[in-house]
């Protein structure tokens, strides 16, 4: 494993209009000192996360990088139109690396129970956008107003062509006019990681719905839009492919929906014993993996029915991952910062998007996160 020569560094968050800074240039020199390289994110991933991890993946291997991807979960039946999903494993690498590069993570732990193998990695590199981010790594690039780590990767990547080519470039800054700076700058962006980094904006930014939609966001989206990615492919894959079984775990979590706190929070739940009850009861197509929607996409995007309903500002969807031990995920509609609450049980996120875990009886739990959602009302 190769020695760590770097100081950990942060890059600025005051806004877009950002030089290059020791941060990046950091980043920069972790990659290219280095030969293996690891990339993992978060458990229980979704758009923002494995589109990330694949994007980067794709552009080290550019760089003749021998990359690997980890997470500890399935890859989600509707993100397995991207490139490159066969090439996860949830097995740890058993040989030493020379960099790992973890994205869309606030800290170590979100990588899942495996996360202590990663804590004594001599080089690290933290790409995140959520403000609550702990600016674990040597070198983080860590940007709250970035609609997704999509986002930042498309910063990233103009910044280093920017520096191959001897180009002035700020981030956050358009790119230029003339045909030949412009395809410069976009020199380390093929159609593959187009799609991958089009794939994230869309999913954070909830079809450009959420909170999250900013201007950069439609700007860059209208940017990949002009690469062969098949925009309206990836929304049919996104949102069009799900699994009928999906929809009768809906029905049963449905069932579960009530509401608190006069009306503005709303909560859903959903259980192990669903989730059997589903796959056990043969009502799918035949010749269907079941096995291939365990997990969390089985239940994603659920926390969006309750928080869409009239009058509701705060939607939340317990998920039960073992006895007595929930997965929560939050979402705000347009003022509340959830991320507060999810911090209060250890948690972390947006300030309109936040999860954490929570062990206990599920009265008890309900009890308390309504207590805190009271607050940030």
């Excluded at 770097?6 to 950002?18: D, I, M, R």
């Excluded at 004594?120 to 933290?126: G, L």
């Excluded at 206990?360 to 308390?368: A, P, Q, S, T, V």
Aim: charged content about 20%; proline content about 3%.
């Amino acid at each position: 494993m190769v020695k760590n020569e770097v100081t950990p560094g942060a890059l600025s968050t005051s806004g877009y209009k950002e030089t290059y800074s020791n941060s990046i240039n950091e980043i920069f020199y972790l990659i290219e000192t280095s030969k293996k390289i690891l990339i993992a994110t978060h458990e229980n991933p979704e758009g923002d996360a494995i589109s990330s991890a694949i994007a980067i993946g794709m552009f080290l291997k550019g760089l003749d990088k021998e990359v690997y991807l980890y997470n500890k979960d399935i890859i989600p039946l509707n993100l397995k139109f991207l490139p490159w999903t066969d090439r996860f494993s949830q097995r740890l690498l058993e040989e030493p690396i020379d960099l790992l590069i973890v994205v869309d993570c606030v800290d170590l732990e979100r990588i899942g129970n495996n996360h202590e193998a990663f804590i004594n990695i001599n080089r690290m590199i933290n790409i995140d956008h959520h403000f609550t981010n702990k600016n674990f790594g040597h070198a983080n690039f860590v940007m709250p107003n970035a609609s997704s780590t999509g986002e930042i990767l498309f910063y990233l990547f103009i910044s280093y062509a920017a520096k191959e080519n001897g180009i002035q470039y700020s981030i956050g800054d358009e790119l230029p006019c003339d045909i030949t700076g412009r395809s410069k700058l976009l020199s380390r962006i093929d159609d593959d990681i187009a799609k991958c980094l089009y794939t994230s904006i869309l999913t954070d930014t909830g079809s450009f719905r959420y909170a999250s939609t900013t201007r950069q966001a439609f700007y860059m989206a209208s940017v990949l839009n002009l690469y062969n990615i098949g925009a309206s492919k990836i929304a049919e894959e996104l949102y069009e492919t799900k699994p009928f079984e999906q929809y009768l775990l809906l029905a049963k979590s449905l069932t579960t929906l009530e509401l608190a706190v006069n009306g503005k929070v709303a909560s859903m739940i959903g259980t192990k014993k669903m989730v059997s009850d589903v796959i056990n009861s043969g009502c799918g197509p035949k010749n269907y993996d079941s096995s291939a929607i365990k997990g969390s996409a089985f239940f994603e995007n659920f926390v969006n029915y309750p928080r869409s309903i009239q009058g509701v500002e705060i939607g939340i969807f317990f998920k039960e991952i073992s006895f007595n031990e929930f997965r929560l995920s939050f979402r705000a509609k347009s003022y509340a910062n959830v991320a507060m609450v999810a911090e209060k049980f250890g948690g972390g996120g947006h300030k309109f998007a936040a999860g954490c875990k929570i062990s206990g009886d599920l009265n008890e739990i309900k009890h308390d996160v309504y207590k805190y959602c009271k607050e940030v009302l």
